[in-house]
């Protein structure tokens, strides 16, 4: 599979506990963005890389909320002391730098927090 | 704050009809407006329209862009239950390395 793969598929946390997301992008992708949706809504922006550098940072990215790509492959996203209102679909795409129409989006972790 | 909102937000329709999905966008600056089609999880790229008045055309789908009146329209003729789905409308910004969505319109297809 060459798509943008996101792990786990679906969690189910308590209220209070972390959570951590892993997104591989496509290979030759430098770039690589995490949105969220909620029920009933289009994908919200949260932050952005470029290789291993985290570029920009959505206001919705709360101090509980972190982000990594270390090695600028895969990314981590990491939501400390969850709380219900964090209960959504996590995205993940990537993309060429010229190729913003070309993003490439995964299938998605689904969080429900109870 | 840059805006997009779409609508209707959920259509239901007859095999065989035609659709039109309407996306308005109020944004301080404007690259371009995107098409996605999102099934059951990850969005797929349907069109890119960057200049007014060119028809974008793919198949029984059709997208265009007026952008004196800040709004853009994607067609589907002859629809097909497999075109169920919900179908996103974006822009993107010059500069900006994100893309702003609307709510998305849920299309179903009824046989």
């Known amino acids: 599979d060459t798509g943008v793969s996101q792990n786990p598929r679906h969690k189910i946390t308590k209220r209070g506990q972390n959570v951590t997301f892993r997104c591989d992008p496509i290979?030759?992708?430098?770039?690589l963005y995490w949105y969220r949706q909620t029920l009933g809504q289009g994908p919200e922006f949260l932050t952005y890389f470029q290789n291993e550098a985290q570029l920009e940072k959505s206001r919705l990215l709360s101090d509980r909320f972190s982000a990594e790509r270390p090695k600028g492959s895969f990314s981590t996203l990491e939501i400390q002391r969850t709380e219900q209102g964090d209960s959504a679909m996590y995205l993940c795409a990537s993309s060429f730098p010229s190729q913003i129409y070309g993003y490439t989006f995964g299938s998605g972790t689904r969080l429900t927090v109870v | 704050e840059d805006k997009v909102v779409q609508s209707p937000l959920s259509l239901v329709v007859h095999e065989g009809d035609t659709v039109t999905l309407n996306c308005s966008y109020e944004v301080t600056n404007f690259r371009s407006l995107l098409w996605y089609k999102q099934e059951k999880k990850a969005p797929t790229f349907l069109f890119m329209l960057?200049?007014?008045?060119i028809e974008k055309k793919s198949g029984r789908l059709s997208s265009i862009l007026d952008k004196k009146e800040l709004f853009s329209i994607l067609n589907i003729t002859a629809t097909q239950t497999g075109d169920s789905a919900i179908y996103l409308c974006?822009?993107?910004?010059?500069?900006?390395?994100?893309?702003?969505f609307g709510q998305g319109t849920r299309l179903t297809i009824n046989p």
């Open positions: 974006a822009v993107d910004f010059p500069g900006a390395q994100k893309l702003v």
């Open positions: 960057t200049s007014s008045g």
């Open positions: 290979s030759e992708h430098n770039r």
